[in-house]
């Protein structure tokens, strides 16, 4: 390959690189076109360092417990190797996806649906001799299983529950004293005229000023 072409491609790729970053940063044309898109995108909008997994289970009247996905025929999996519904983070569809293998099999009366969501760290996913080359400890994965939703047979929803790394965080933001005392320190404080607390026995008893006397 000729040696222009290549210092063109990378003249080119750094250039497309500077003005992105520097139009991303300045919000200087950023949206005046949909190529703009290419350059200006974050590429790691939320990534998470844990890997989630959603299991779908059915609780029938006797107490057994049905796994609802993937179905009896099969899962459709539309990028490499993974179900579609591990890839729904919100829970939009997880009760359709629930429902329709309940539609095409035959089971017991069902009580609820119940939607659980495994959480591991992402560490835990590379192969193990990359394992034993980066860290000293045994790979030991700790998976966490968290009660997301819960459904009733016809779609209600019943309980809804914030995801395990949402919760914990918030949990460790509540339980830090010193976040908590930078944020009581802060509020703001609204000065109120005793005036405007008494009672006013006539219209004309309170010299009208301005509203933002009050």
Not at 154 to 171: I, K
Not at 183 to 197: F, I, K
């Amino acid at each position: 390959m000729p040696r222009w072409v290549v210092t063109t491609f990378i003249t080119c790729y750094l250039s497309a690189m500077g003005w992105g970053i520097v139009s991303h940063t300045l919000k200087i044309w950023n949206t005046v076109h949909p190529g703009m898109y290419f350059l200006v995108w974050d590429m790691f909008c939320g990534w998470s360092s844990h890997e989630i997994r959603f299991h779908l289970v059915a609780e029938g009247e006797s107490g057994a417990y049905y796994d609802l996905a993937p179905a009896p025929w099969g899962a459709f999996e539309p990028f490499s190797g993974l179900a579609r519904h591990h890839y729904d983070s919100l829970g939009n569809g997880l009760y359709r996806i629930a429902n329709n293998t309940l539609r095409h099999t035959d089971h017991e009366p069902i009580r609820r649906i119940l939607v659980f969501e495994e959480t591991w760290s992402k560490k835990y996913n590379v192969p193990d001799y990359l394992w034993a080359h980066r860290f000293e400890e045994p790979k030991d994965p700790h998976r966490y299983y968290w009660q997301f939703m819960e459904y009733t047979p016809d779609g209600q929803l019943v309980r809804a529950n914030p995801n395990f790394l949402s919760y914990h965080y918030s949990q460790a933001i509540s339980d830090n004293p010193r976040l908590i005392g930078e944020y009581q320190g802060d509020r703001a404080m609204y000065a109120v005229r005793p005036v405007a607390l008494g009672r006013r026995d006539t219209a004309s008893s309170v010299r009208p000023e301005s509203p933002a006397a009050y």
